[in-house]
């Protein structure tokens, strides 16, 4: 540090870390330039070659004994996130396999598949799922990146790609890799650019608030609602009501008040008026609405709001969505016992256990730990002790 502050620039692979150090400490992104770390903002290989970048990723994703080193690293909050401005620049240089040419059937092979995948992680968990995704992406979807077609279908599978790629970014925050699903993420945004897909990008930029909130970082989860909010002006009312819902849970971290009350009132509003249709994965509904009133309500310290929201978003969500019925019980339960009301907590954490065991996810993992955390102080409880006893075999299964 001493030597940066006499003038002389850090190594290269130090860089990152200190810009995140400054990021976190000044509540803002700090970049390259600004830190005096590049000669010229924005400084970047803009030849680099995406869709091997993509190939990369994937690849090293197909590797069991290399997913720990994808993971590793810090969640970035000084992460540059691709702005709206065309960048089909980049494909246009990517030269095309004239002897590999594809049509609108792969694009639809790619939108079923994702749509599939997605499906098995909403049943299954992130660590069962996105293994499948990886290897698509590498087997399939590169090939038709690089292969020739007419330009609407080229558009078409830059958008598709998009998706899988939002996906499996997705899914990597399911198992709470956090590093390597902002990577996906980021690849995600690309590929929506390049396709001008509003609805792909805006789709991942709320995504990453959500995962922004999730790990804390209000302030970054606030920029990146709102940017997803500004890149849709044309938005329908589903998206409208997706992306408001988001920005009210993110500025209630910040403890914008009413401001996210007011975000809600907008969600609430648009979800009226919304189509009754939705993509298989990246929708929002009723119960996703419900779950953000909740987490509003948390945010703003009304626990009781919080759970009576909770429960109706549990009442009215799609039976399909196993993953997430693990999860919302078992925060359910949480919150409950948090206001004294054990018998209640007990029963959603036994509903939780229901499903437990046929999920693999990070996200559900760490609320099963926190259900062995709040009960602690609860052990001469006879209802907890019967509990207890069915969920440690669980633990040691799960971490065979």
Known sequence: MSHWLAGTRPMAKYRQVVLEVLSRRLGRVVTAFEAGFVDQPDEQEQSEDMVRGLLDLGSADMDPSRRGVL?????????????WPDVVGRFERLRTDPHSRIGMGEVESVIAMTERISEIDDQFGGRT?????????????????????????RKAMLSAAADHLYLTGYMAVDERLDTLGQRYYTKALELALAAGDHLAYCTTLRGMSVQAVELGHGSQAVRLAEAASSASPQAGPRMRAFLAGQQAHALAQTGDRSGALAMLRAAEVAMEQAESRAKAHGSYDPASLAYHVAQVNREIGDREGAIRALQRSEQIRPAVYRRARVRHRAMLAEWQVEVGRLEEAVRNWHLALDD?????????????????????????????????????PMAGARRG
């Open 71 to 83: 993971g590793a690293g810090l969640y970035s909050v000084a992460l540059t996130v691709p702005g």
């Open 129 to 153: 799922a996105r293994p499948m995704a990886a290897a698509f992406m590498v087997n399939n979807i590169v090939p038709y990146l690089r292969a020739t077609a007419s330009e609407g279908v």
């Open 356 to 392: 437990y065991p046929q999920v693999r996810s990070g996200r559900a993992d760490d609320r099963f730990r926190a259900m062995m955390g709040a009960t602690r102080p609860h052990g001469r409880n006879p209802r907890v002790r019967e509990l207890l006893d069915r969920a440690r």
